[in-house]
């Protein structure tokens, strides 16, 4: 080669393409892959040996064979430095990256590649947020952050070769701070708990529909009476008449979480088992972190958050937990009043108020840095360029969060990691504000349990949609107790199940304003259970693996029947496969790409009837309640008289179109995993031809975003968020087995053999195990910290 290795990492980069490369240097593609596997296998850490660190005590990370770490020290900061060192020699490019995103800092590496998401973390406060976040966290939690960020820079410092993507992108890492373990959290509560599009849906609908039957037919959920409690578990102080909540049709149906609980009352053990499957996009490297903490006052398994020190989900030997995001709101949009004869000012109250501003420099490389003025009302910043491109001309909109006030997530993570049972893992949870999340819990003398954490703020006045700044009766009128969120323990029916479905009905006492998603999940999980009478942890397995699309179930009976006296043949023959299915979504299935495929065409074609332009386009992924519902009937009138089932026609043919173009003309050959494929992209996938070097993924997966086995919603049917971690916690041994799956792999290194490897396992609903004795470990490779 002419080019140093340096050279050609720095122009790789820089977007050039390995075609170029190849030319440039005069070598072939063979050459460059062989180039390439040694460069990236040569940054992979050594995982044994030994590193003379800042520890009282020797520390051993111990690997098994899929590289997960087993740490074990005999003190809690001890502990916490192991686990810092261990996810730093795994994750330290990903863990810069999301410090970065979370601190608005990616435009400094990406150039304007970064600037957008670096305009929503300045604009939302962040950082400003995280500070305030480590002013008030108790002393414990900053001693524990701040071994674990020391763990970070130790290995920082000690390591004699970077990952590749810092190459790639030409800088070097600066020393970790412990503040930016918080901020990696505050990023991910923003994630979890804003999610502006969910309410911009209604409100433009809203502007176009105006009030009645029409806004109320598009606004309507799927399987909304699905609720995680039952009338009955709970005290009821209202009439019923008053709306908690409702379900939604979120656009991003694929992030959200599955889990249930089993009593021994519903297991052959006759003790507890509980599983668990969060929902997130799925990519090259896990935000997921799997780990066991021994040592101390901990002796934890399951996932980290990665930059995040506590067990996320998981299990310690006597106690396993799982979670779901419950979606109840903690997040307001205001409509704001502003007036040419009172400037930089906004009404509330009958008074104009003066405007808050905050400038923020963005530094961007090879280019000028920009100074973006936040402008903020009573009731928080003016979010307008982070609202969905449809809804940018409806502003000046604030948006009010919960996520700045002191949120105390990561000392009752801690806690719960080291709760003994269920009552202490409930109180635990006490003083956790953001984000709400629906945990359910199990405990070795046999207890089951129910919480949704997280507070909500109360309102007089509620909507999907905007709410009005400048009145006082729409501003937030305190918080819902912890006492008084949804919970349930030891329920005589045996079981508990969530999906994001809400959490009550609507005579539970306190109003939740809950934003939730289809109750097919739910409500399939329920049949699952109900189904068996005595469940074992391979059932639950099983349970993961269910590719059931319960609207597939509901809709397509009338879509066959509208479609059954139509003498296309292309038509015939594809209502032979939709009559014989049952609904599964599974890759060698024809009916489920026709369904799936169809829903996409006809959704678009329920919303262009009443919308327009950027509108229509943005509404697609809101209206599944309504399209399923007018395949049907139409008692609102949403479609013209008589147009309704030559609308159902014309979106068949424009599938059948689309599939013939991607699939060719032979229907039988049309299966679901020609179209649906997961994809694990790297975030520097988009830089040039680095995706073919470092995504991974590309085969063919089962199920959708409304199943179980949850592999996403997506518009042109790819498979790119879902169950991309699943776990098993079995209560019948002492201490309990837990099992566990990544899609992805341990390791963040392109080179390791540990990156992307438990995409098979994952596919083929194997599990591994996590065991607390080290005597029970099956340990490939050990490094040990050792005191100065």
């Given at each position: 080669m002419n080019l140093s290795s340096t050279e050609l990492l720095h122009r790789l980069g820089s977007g050039a393409s390995i075609d170029d490369l190849c030319r440039a240097t005069a070598v072939s593609r063979s050459e460059f892959n062989e180039w390439w596997k040694n460069e990236t296998r040569s940054r992979v850490p050594d995982p044994t040996g030994s590193l003379p660190a800042g520890v009282s005590r020797a520390v051993s990370?111990?690997?098994?064979?899929?590289?997960?770490?087993?740490?074990?020290?005999?003190?809690?900061?001890?502990l916490f430095f192991g686990f810092g060192v261990a996810m730093a020699q795994d994750?330290?490019?990903?863990?810069?990256?999301?410090?970065?995103?979370?601190?608005?800092?990616?435009?400094?590496?990406?150039?304007?590649?970064?600037?957008?998401?670096?305009?929503?973390?300045?604009?939302?406060?962040?950082?400003?947020?995280?500070?305030?976040?480590?002013?008030?966290?108790?002393l414990e939690t900053r001693t524990l952050i701040q071994r674990f960020s020391d763990g970070i820079n130790a290995h920082i410092e000690a390591t004699p070769t970077l990952p590749i993507e810092f190459e790639l992108l030409d800088y070097s890492p600066e020393p970790w701070s412990p503040l930016d373990c918080l901020a990696i959290a505050t990023e991910f509560r923003s994630y979890l708990t804003v999610r502006l599009p969910i309410l911009c849906a209604p409100e433009l609908a809203r502007r176009t529909l105006g009030e009645g039957p029409l806004l109320e037919a598009f606004l309507q959920g799927e399987a909304d009476e699905e609720s995680i409690l039952p009338s009955g578990a709970y005290p009821s102080m209202q009439s019923g008449v008053e709306s908690i909540g409702r379900t939604v049709n979120d656009p991003d149906e694929g992030q959200g979480s599955n889990n249930w609980v089993l009593s021994g009352a519903r297991t052959a053990s006759g003790k507890p088992l509980i599983a668990s499957d969060p929902h997130i996009a799925f990519a090259a490297v896990s935000c997921w972190y799997e780990v066991h903490l021994a040592g101390g006052s901990f002796d934890v398994v399951g996932m980290a958050y990665a930059g995040v020190p506590a067990v996320v989900f998981g299990a310690n030997r006597r106690v396993g937990w799982a979670i779901t995001n419950n979606i109840c709101s903690q997040r307001d949009l205001y409509q704001e009043k502003t007036d040419s004869e009172h400037p930089g000012c906004f009404l509330y109250d009958g008074n104009w108020e003066p405007a808050r501003e905050i400038d923020e420099t963005i530094r961007v490389r090879d280019a000028e840095s920009i100074t973006k003025k936040i402008t903020c009302s009573r009731n928080g910043p003016i979010v307008d360029e982070l609202l969905p491109a449809a809804a940018r001309g409806t502003g000046p909109v604030s948006l009010r969060w919960l996520g700045t006030d002191h949120c105390e997530w990561l000392p009752s993570m801690l806690a719960m990691n080291r709760a003994r049972s269920c009552g202490e893992f409930r109180e635990s949870l006490r003083r956790w504000k953001v984000p709400t999340w629906s945990l359910l819990v199990a405990d070795a003398d046999g207890h089951i349990g129910y919480q949704a954490v997280g507070r909500v703020p109360l309102r007089n006045h509620w909507k999907l949609g905007y709410l009005e700044g400048w009145n006082p009766e729409h501003q937030w009128q305190g918080l819902t107790p912890f006492d008084g969120m949804p919970q349930w323990f030891d329920p005589d029916r045996g079981w508990i199940a969530s999906a994001n479905n809400r959490p009550a009905p609507d005579d539970f006492p306190y109003p939740l304003f809950g934003c939730w998603s289809s109750g097919h999940r739910a409500q399939r999980i329920r049949q699952m259970i109900e189904q068996r009478d005595k469940l074992t942890p391979d059932d639950c397995a099983q349970m993961h693996q269910d590719a059931k699309s319960l609207r597939a179930v509901e809709c397509v009976p009338h879509l066959v029947s509208a479609l059954i006296d139509d003498a296309d043949n292309r038509v015939r023959a594809a209502v032979r496969h939709l009559a014989s299915w049952n609904g599964d979504m599974l890759p060698d299935n024809v009916a489920a790409a026709l369904f799936d495929a169809f829903f996409v065409h006809w959704s678009r074609r329920v919303v262009n009837e009443r919308f327009e332009g950027g509108t229509a386009t943005f509404l697609e992924g809101s209206a599944g309640g309504l399209a399923s519902a007018l395949l049907e009937d139409d008692p609102a009138g949403w479609f013209r008289s008589g147009e309704r089932l030559d609308a159902i026609r014309q979106a068949f043919q424009a599938t059948l179109d689309e599939l013939q173009s991607r699939l060719g003309p032979d229907v039988d050959q049309w299966h679901w995993g020609r179209l649906h494929k997961i994809q694990l992209r790297h975030v520097l996938s988009g830089r040039g031809d680095l995706g073919r070097l470092l995504d991974r993924g590309g085969m063919p997966v089962r199920g959708n975003g409304l199943t179980v086995c949850n592999t996403g919603y997506d518009p042109n049917w790819g498979a790119l968020m879902g169950a991309n971690y699943r776990l098993i916690a079995d209560l019948s041994t002492t201490p309990l087995t837990f099992r566990a799956v990544d899609a992805q792999g341990q390791s963040g290194h392109p080179g390791s053999p540990c990156y992307g490897n438990q995409l098979p396992e994952w596919i083929n609903g194997r599990y591994h195990p996590m065991p607390f004795d080290r005597g029970e470990l099956e340990t490939k490779t050990t490094f040990t910290l050792t005191p100065p």
């Open positions: 990370i111990d690997r098994d064979q899929w590289g997960i770490p087993h740490i074990f020290a005999e003190t809690d900061e001890d994750r330290l490019f990903q863990l810069d990256y999301l410090r970065r995103k979370a601190h608005g800092r990616l435009a400094e590496v990406l150039g304007k590649d970064g600037l957008e998401t670096d305009i929503v973390s300045r604009t939302l406060g962040l950082t400003r947020i995280t500070e305030q976040e480590w002013s008030q966290s108790p």
